[in-house]
């Protein structure tokens, strides 16, 4: 029973045992079970003294309190422990009471997902999507020309990790510089199950991306490469998202004018593009053979990101593809709202 306090009828056995029954303490650990500190705790105390100090442990009651309050609300999710006890049980408890309690009933702090807003609008527009392509085919899916841009900075972007010794934290080999304002480029690409489309480098003295710019530098590529794709016999759609200078009406005019078809796409639905987990392969790639290099230079940024994006594999992009109907399944799952892609 290690050091748990005994009750008083437990010492009154313990102290019967020793008096009457002339039993050792070691005797009596043995009868009882008990340990030799509960023992000689009970000859010294007949009754146990009341605890000082904060409560141990939650009644149940308490605890259904706890979980329904921290699942309450996004403010409520985001409290420390402490302020948990503080608000809930006027701080009768201390924090590591409320965490212990909560890891008992399999909750931990751990880092929120980013994920884009979704009004009631938005996610019905989700949902209906979701459903109206659930049971669409790999050569359906394949017939969508993926689109989108990304933001791209030089060095590392994930957490980096080194091996060292307790104090060395402070060592130049265990440092990662840290830059107050990284290089970086836009870059616009593109795939359908034909294969890899067109990529773009967006130079930086064509300067921000708005419908103008779009319509001049991005959409005679997208034009050109499903003319292509149509004389080889493949029909493409595209799908691009709802930027303002996607959704702009002179660029709806632009496309109509072209000929060129366009999926009706749900706002704020990244996690239905499979080509952003392509950008996220290609900053892997980048941080893997250039992360180390300090400030590189324009012309070597533009140099690298092409070369990551002739890199991407295409049994990567083309595992992407194939998780559509997951991706509608969570949709569905989650009735137009947050999916883990």
């Not at 010492?11 to 005797?27: F, M, N, Q, Y």
């Not at 979704?118 to 790999?138: G, M, V």
């Amino acid at each position: 029973m290690g050091t748990t306090h005994l009750t008083a009828a437990d010492r009154a056995r313990v102290r019967t045992l020793s008096k009457d029954g002339h039993l050792s303490k070691p005797e009596i650990c043995r009868v009882t079970g008990y340990g030799l500190h509960q023992v000689k705790q009970a000859l010294r105390e007949a009754i146990p003294k009341p605890r000082s100090g904060r409560p141990t442990v939650l009644t149940p009651e308490q605890e259904e309190e706890l979980i329904q309050f921290v699942t309450a609300s996004k403010r409520n999710r985001r409290m420390s422990f402490l302020a948990l006890s503080t608000l809930l049980f006027d701080g009768q408890f201390g924090q590591y009471c409320i965490r212990s309690t909560l890891r008992r009933h399999g909750f931990s702090r751990y880092v929120a997902y980013r994920k884009p807003p979704i009004s009631e609008k938005n996610r019905r527009l989700r949902l209906q999507f979701a459903l109206d392509h659930a049971d669409w085919t790999t050569e359906q899916w394949a017939e969508i020309l993926w689109t989108d841009e990304t933001w791209i900075t030089h060095g590392r972007h994930r957490k980096t990790y080194v091996t060292r010794r307790k104090g060395e934290e402070l060592e130049e080999t265990c440092i990662v510089d840290r830059e107050q304002k990284k290089s970086g480029w836009m870059f616009w690409g593109s795939f359908s199950g034909y294969g890899k489309g067109p990529g773009l480098f967006w130079e930086k003295d064509w300067g921000s991306i708005n419908g103008e710019r779009y319509r001049e530098r991005t959409i005679p590529i997208i034009d050109g490469w499903i003319r292509l794709s149509a004389f080889n016999g493949q029909r493409l759609v595209l799908m691009q998202d709802g930027a303002p200078g996607h959704a702009a009406e002179e660029t709806q005019i632009d496309l109509d004018e072209r000929g060129i078809e366009r999926v009706t796409w749900p706002p704020y639905s990244p996690d239905l593009n499979p080509i952003e987990n392509c950008w996220n392969w290609m900053k892997d790639w980048l941080e893997a053979h250039y992360g180390d290099e300090p400030k590189p230079a324009y012309d070597k940024l533009r140099k690298w990101v092409n070369e990551a994006w002739e890199a991407l594999p295409e049994s990567f992009w083309q595992a992407q593809l194939d998780s559509m109907p997951d991706r509608m399944a969570a949709v569905i799952a989650a009735n137009g709202l947050h999916t883990k892609w």
